[in-house]
């Protein structure tokens, strides 16, 4: 039995819309953000800005420099201080001249604080983010602000762009509430951009899918696959161990290239493919932790982080498979499923290979 014709005709386009969004090798392409923290002392307004490496390299191209310990980072505040506006009681606060602390070896992000002199003593803040007009639409920053005797966090981006939160309450008033969007469902969101943006993650997935099996086989290896990612994503993000990038990012394309290869040299492998999942799952968390490592988040705010980051890697990835899966079945049904799943293996085995050939040369620094 052959492959419908239908099939053969949109095989060649589904090889070149992989190609198309793999593009060059570069396995996270979600978008940059930053983590803020507002604290008042007196008249002035402290904002301390956390960046990764997706926005520090952004942050560079705008400045027209490049961006490194020994760089200009006076720049960066100067950036900042411009797109980060900040009202008190309806008056513009001014920006006082900021400081940065630059990434080291050991830490990728950087910090920057710049304090906004206030009229008086502010009852109400109204903060304004323009950065995404210089980082990119994708770029959003989550604030956590200490007032009226609780935290609140909270997200701005492109399309929300101000937040309005009362710092002082009238006597014997209610704290009003903060007019912009949850810091718990940011962190989630940011869990399914994650997942569906890091390309190795889901190439990975679909590899590990591909191996064989029926219902209880495919539930079984998603199901350690997920168990193992949970709990490095736990230890990394709470202080244990964690492994360097230069390490864990060759590795995470390492287990695309090795599970292709058994997809396509090994006839059967579903008896056993649990075991890898769980095993390469527990370097795919590592990975995953990244995306909340670089944010360098007080230790208050990890616990609440962690759990909606990880829900909504979950969710991403419950949805991926969810897409792929009636596919899927169907193969099995098919007698050319051998040479489909060949087929398909090849070209990710061909992806895994072009990740970990640039990874290694960035780990060597070539």
């Excluded at 606060?93 to 630059?102: A, N």
């Excluded at 290869?261 to 799952?281: D, H, K, P, Q, Y």
Aim: glycine letters at 10%; hydrophobic letters at 50%.
């Amino acid at each position: 039995m052959t492959p419908p014709a239908s099939l053969r005709r949109a095989a060649p386009w589904a090889a070149l819309a992989l190609l198309l969004l793999l593009g060059p090798a570069q396995g996270h392409i979600a978008g940059s953000m930053g983590y803020a923290t507002v604290s008042l002392h007196g008249g002035t307004v402290r904002y301390s800005l956390t960046l990764g490496p997706d926005a520090l390299a952004a942050a560079g191209g705008e400045a027209g420099v490049r961006l490194a310990p020994r760089g200009d980072y006076n720049t960066l505040a100067d950036l900042v201080a411009r797109k980060v506006g900040i009202s008190a009681n309806g008056v513009r606060c001014e920006p006082v001249p900021g400081t940065v602390t630059p990434p080291t070896p050991d830490r990728a992000n950087a910090v920057v604080i710049i304090d906004y002199a206030c009229p008086g003593t502010p009852r109400e803040l109204v903060l304004r983010d323009d950065l995404s007009d210089v980082l990119g639409n994708d770029y959003h920053t989550f604030v956590r602000v200490e007032a009226l005797g609780s935290v609140r966090q909270y997200t701005l981006e492109g399309d929300r762009r101000e937040a309005r939160l009362a710092v002082a309450a009238p006597s014997g008033s209610p704290a009003p509430e903060v007019t912009a969007g949850s810091g718990v469902f940011a962190f989630f969101r940011l869990g399914i951009e994650h997942i569906l943006t890091g390309v190795d993650h889901l190439l990975f997935v679909l590899a590990l899918v591909l191996g064989g099996g029926g219902i209880g086989s495919l539930f079984a290896v998603i199901t350690a696959f997920t168990v193992a990612h949970s709990i490095t994503l736990a230890v990394a993000v709470l202080g244990g161990a964690s492994p360097p990038s230069w390490i864990v990012e060759p590795v995470i394309a390492l287990s695309i290239v090795y599970v292709t290869a058994e997809n396509i040299f090994l006839r059967r492998t579903a008896s056993w493919r649990w075991a890898v999942g769980f095993a390469f799952g527990l370097v795919h968390g590592f990975g995953f932790a990244g995306a909340l490592l670089d944010l360098d988040l007080p230790p208050a705010a990890l616990a609440g982080a962690l759990v909606s980051f990880n829900l909504g890697v979950e969710a991403g990835q419950a949805a991926v498979i969810t897409a792929f899966l009636p596919v899927l079945l169907w193969f099995r049904r098919a007698a050319w499923e051998r040479r489909a799943v060949k087929a398909l293996s090849g070209l990710v085995l061909v992806a895994g290979l072009a990740f970990l050939v640039d990874r290694v040369l960035v780990a060597a620094n070539w």
